[in-house]
């Protein structure tokens, strides 16, 4: 195996860990928030490619500039997903919230199904075959936008999470819900703001990787389980971690692909996860600088 | 409500146990008719592929039927028994079974994958009824000394001779193919075609000097690509779905490495693939039909598809579903009887070279001692985003179109 072999796996698995943490950040901001599990994410996801397909199919879009409308579609579901669902799913057992979004995932994808049947769909263009060489090794041209898309993102989000009073209010609630609500909080607003907020993330990364990919009604599942992974290594609700997560987790599958075969490959993200769980439970920079009480 | 419930049932009882008798009396008054049992998974994983290939033994038996029924047998109709498998290797065992002794069929036909075939094979064996096997692929099938089997499907194990017969010519015409490279995904499919590419293509000249496996669902391709492209190989061999096809394809494409490329069967031979645009446009695939193949049966086989089912193209699995029942119907007309051993035996001497059964690409449809007919596959090329069928020459639709155009 060349070094040559060995860059390019590097890269790529950044690539990939960078597109990772973008559709996981918002499944750990929902988590880190409000303390919900959702389990339909990846089906956001899907529902986002199909808009960045359609955007394009029926409107001529660029998948860049859809995002420009994929993203409100998405925040609108992500608060209509709270105030429907999670709201009054939010008053019973964690067992409960659990189902409810395991059960959705089940709908939307026999939706997905009804409505836009199971073959694949293509977004194709003059850059689906375009690359960027740096040196010996290559990054495809639609990979290279949804990384860099993904890094701005989670810069944007860092800023405001940090610097804003929004950001402040975000994190009150998370780190204790009460102590908000006795300062004023309104924390019926938070929660509805932070599920609109991660669905909505999912509006810059589906149309994007649906130029990626391909659109169908399974497609959010590839992601959700990684997603879960990305979030639980990294540290539930943690946003550093989640980069470091999905890095962790894309140069892990991508080396271990090259030295090894593609099935001991698919199953290293879990091993990462059994080997953090038995270390670190907490994950590896857990919200709150990592003191364990 | 119970009472009427039951006086109901009673009389449907009561219909059912003397129907069969009075039919078959009124049947054999005018020559008899012949029950051709077909397995097919209706429900579960396997359901639309059911679906489909219940659509083309329909189709065979309308067609019998609308041409007068069999000569043979006074006239006979063919009447189908279809039974539901469920896409499970149990239902399909028990169903041969009910088919066989409650329904008296006379042959048995299907039973779509080669999990859901194999025990229906041997219930058919052991209570001697011919069954015709339509798509199963598993070598083993007739290879066992089975004696009621006969399959028009092609061994998976012949892929690898057709390619590399393929790529012979390919070669003929001024290509340079010297080494191979292997680019499978990991599942029991992409690991059984492996195989027999890697047992064949050394000894046929084309030494495998990269193999690369991958997961079905990846979501990036370009280290697979990078390995293909640096290891100097002037021809890939790909085992994908159609989700990993056209990953993979735009992979390559985006390192500007397109060597001769032929996926495989009918998960690669679809259109999605061929819609991809650039990355597609000049590939290769091996299939065991396609619709465009220049022969006048299975030209007449599209079309009266297309009458029967508008708007629908049939793809390769079907017209295997189609020669199937066709032959069943041919034997027993051959035979004169509806007698299972009888049609076993006129299935051993059958040899179909023209007429709606010979849609199948090879010459002359037969089956051996062993059941298997000498099927053979055809090499299909994107060309212009459609998949045209460019070899063997015989059946081409148009001859093979640069790599680069």
Redesign the interface.
Known sequence: M?A??LL??LL?GM??GA?YALIAVGLTLVFGVMRVVNFAHGEFLMLAMYGGYLAWAHLGLDPIIAVVLVVPALLALGVGLFETLIRPAMRVPEINQMAVTLGLSLLLQYLALMVFK?????I?QDR????LWIGP?????P?AIAALAAVLLLIGLYIVLRKTDFGLIMRAVSQSRDGAALSGIDIGRTYRWAMGIGIGTLGVAGPLMAS???V?PHIGA??TLKAFVIVIVGGMGSFGGVLLGALLVGVAE?VA??LT???V??AVPFALLILVMLLRPEGLMPVGGGSRA | MTGINRREALLLGGAAVTAPGLFSLGAQAQGSTLRIGVLVPLTGVHASDGARMLKAHQLAAKMINESGGLKGLGGAKVELVVSDIQSKPEVSRSEAERLISRENVSALTGAWASATTIPAAQVSDRNRTPFMITSAVTDAITEQGLKYVFRTAVKAKWFGKYVADFMDTMKKNGMTIDKVALATEDGPAGQAVHANYSSVMPGRGYPIIADETFRTGSPDFSTVATKLRTSGATAILSVAYADDSTVLLRALAAQSFRPLYIGFGGAHVNQTVAASGKPAERTFGVVEWAPDLKKPASEAFVKAFAEAYPGEVPLSNQAQAFAATYALALAADAAASTDRTKIRDALRTLRITDGPASLLPAPELYFDEQGQSPATCVVVQVIDGKFVTVWPDAVAAQPPAPLQG
């Open positions: 060349s040559t072999i390019q796996a790529s690539t990939n597109i199971a073959d694949n769909l293509l194709v689906s075959t375009a690359s090794v290559l990054l495809q041209m990979q990626v990919l391909y169908n590839l992601f991508s692909g090259v075969t593609a099935s490959a698919a």
